[in-house]
């Protein structure tokens, strides 16, 4: 079975950090390139981060950018996403995809999704 699956979701002050996973089962992602993304209650589902199959391009959104490290170890078949700083407004579910080089174009290009794991920042 082709999955992925997030890790690292939780409850966290303003300022704090999270790590969030996403980790592969079934496929290599070597070969993908792989997104961040984010959801809030009722609003549209929001392109975070990207990286391409070696690293060697990584995209953020504004609202991320200084704040937000995307890496990948292909080693360990695991995407990560070091979150520092985090703001109320960083309250989301994150999801992780897997896809082809317009994921760090149109944020689209998309394959596989991962379950989403939440992320809570409040005091």
């Known amino acids: 079975q082709l999955q992925l699956v997030e890790s690292g979701g939780g409850s966290v002050q303003p300022g704090g950090s999270l790590r969030l996973s996403c980790a592969a089962s079934g496929f290599t992602l070597d070969s993908y390139y792989i997104g961040w993304f984010r959801q809030a209650p009722g609003k549209e589902r929001q392109g975070v981060s990207c990286?391409?199959?070696?690293?060697?391009?990584?995209n953020y959104a504004d609202s991320v950018k200084g704040r937000f490290t995307i890496s990948r170890d292909n080693a360990k078949n695991t995407v990560y996403l070091q979150m520092n700083s985090l703001k109320p407004e960083d309250t989301a579910i994150y999801y992780c995809?897997?896809?082809?080089?317009?994921?760090?174009?149109?944020?689209?290009?998309?394959?596989?999704w991962g379950q989403g794991t939440q992320v809570t920042v409040s005091s």
């Open positions: 995809a897997a896809g082809d080089f317009r994921l760090c174009m149109l944020w689209s290009g998309t394959d596989y």
């Open positions: 990286i391409s199959e070696s690293g060697g391009r990584i």
